[in-house]
């Protein structure tokens, strides 16, 4: 992928007005709402991580469950990314606005069943239609922010939607964790929550009508496949990097003798905590994010090897700590760098395509890791080889990015 990486001509923003009021309560509300529901899916990612132990001991008895009950976190993912690229058309002809209040409230059905279910075959079924809910509502609530904002309104609101997905995590962790501690199936009565965002969004967000009448028509071109396989490849590399602390330091922890599911949510929202920091450092770094990638790779390598070596808890939250600040900055670095490849007419397509490369990542992070611990012997082997991996492809990054990649953005220049 020579140059895949490279920055792409410089995108023109949207100039246009932004159709709905950009202040006021009734605007704090719509943002409040489009950020809420753009965490769901990252509540589906994390919020069981933390007694996955205690799921895998209920399901003992069941053929296969060390490679099942991790699935039951992660086939959401596996959902979404086989139906984002779709998402886009899914949207378009039903009308984003309807099509969020129905899959929000579809998402606590789906997501409270495992309280009354009892094979391990069902749950996991039930997380995979959480996952088709999760990709209706992330795709709405990214649309809905284009088309509601443009401008650099739009990049501060895409922004704010990724850091607040981080920082949900960690509230998410100590919640899974807490709850987790009467019982592996408590946690699933948080998905409920959505019930209370659903009649708020049927009366707060206005209707677009699904039409993107601020678009400046031009020409129409080829879809840049080329430009964006090389980020969509990266990111799905990217992807396992980022859930490998969330997925298995519950079973990390676990190895070292830490078996209260208190204790390791917090320890897990302690590092995912660190995931703020790191894109709040993206953030004011002012940096191109083809220039910050070789070092958020770089640092998640480190912290991958420290954890590898651990031999007790707090050093192992140490290393996961290293490890999120460098995912904080990976994150909305490859977002970014995606969305600076794409025009304003391509973005639906190219965002769908993005979503699934990083949640397909999701859903191969612990079957990759379980493959790894095979033939290496422990966890906390994969790990590290993971994180050899990481540091290589941060090596090959450094080595392959243009002198234009190494220069931040200037005050006057369009941000990607």
Same mark, same amino acid.
């Given at each position: 992928?020579?140059?895949?990486l ?46 996955l ?17 991790? *699935? ?8 979404? =990314? ?8 899914? !949207? ?12 929000? !409230? ?10 009354? +279910? ?11 239609l959480?996952?088709v ?20 309104r ?14 949900s =995590? ?34 707060? +967000? ?46 990390? *922890? ?70 999120? !600040? ?7 670095? +490859?977002?970014?760098? =995606? ?23 999701e ?30 492809v941060?090596?090959? *990054? ?19």
């Amino acid at each position: 992928m020579p140059g895949s990486l490279s920055p792409s001509p410089t995108v023109a923003e949207d100039a246009a007005v932004s159709p709905v009021p950009v202040s006021g309560p009734a605007h704090l509300l719509r943002v409040t709402l489009l950020m809420a529901g753009s965490c769901l899916p990252i509540l589906g990612a994390v919020l069981i991580a933390p007694v996955l132990p205690k799921m895998q001991d209920h399901f003992a008895s069941v053929p296969g469950a060390k490679a099942l009950v991790p *699935l039951a976190l992660t086939v959401p993912a596996l959902a979404l =990314a086989l139906l984002a690229p779709f998402a886009g058309v899914i !949207v378009d002809r039903l009308g984003r606005r309807r099509l969020l209040i129905v899959a929000t !409230v579809l998402y606590a059905v789906f997501g409270t069943a495992p309280l009354w +279910l009892e094979s391990l075959g069902a749950i996991i079924a039930s997380r995979a239609l959480v996952g088709v809910a999760e990709a209706a509502i992330m795709t709405c609530c990214t649309t809905l922010i284009g088309d509601y904002y443009s401008g650099q309104r739009r990049v501060k609101y895409l922004a704010l939607q990724t850091m607040c997905a981080s920082a949900s =995590a960690t509230v998410f962790f100590v919640l899974g964790g807490a709850a987790g501690s009467a019982g592996w199936r408590v946690p699933f009565w948080v998905y409920a929550v959505s019930l209370v965002l659903a009649p708020l969004m049927a009366s707060a +967000l206005p209707s677009t009508g699904g039409e993107a009448a601020s678009v400046v028509q031009g020409d129409r071109r080829p879809f840049p496949w080329r430009q964006l396989g090389g980020i969509c490849a990266l990111t799905f590399f990217g992807a396992m990097v980022f859930y490998t602390v969330p997925v298995e330091m519950s079973y990390l *922890l676990d190895d070292l003798g830490v078996e209260n599911s208190g204790v390791i949510g917090l320890a897990t929202a302690v590092a995912s905590a660190a995931t703020v920091g790191g894109a709040v450092a993206f953030a004011r770094l002012k940096r191109a994010p083809a220039a910050l990638l070789p070092g958020a790779l770089a640092v998640c390598a480190v912290g991958f090897g420290v954890m590898s070596v651990a031999g007790n808890a707090p050093v192992l939250v140490v290393g996961a700590v290293i490890n999120c !600040v460098g995912t904080g900055m990976l994150l909305p670095a +490859l977002l970014t760098s =995606a969305m600076s490849r794409l025009g304003f007419e391509d973005r639906g397509r190219g965002t769908g395509l993005w979503m699934a490369a990083f949640f397909g990542g999701e859903f191969v992070c612990p079957l990759v890791l379980l493959g790894g611990e095979a033939v290496v012997g422990s966890l906390a082997g994969a790990v590290g080889v993971l994180g050899v991996a990481a540091g290589g492809v941060a090596v090959g *990054l450094l080595g392959r990015r243009p002198a234009a990649g190494r220069r931040g953005w200037s005050r006057g220049s369009p941000r990607p």
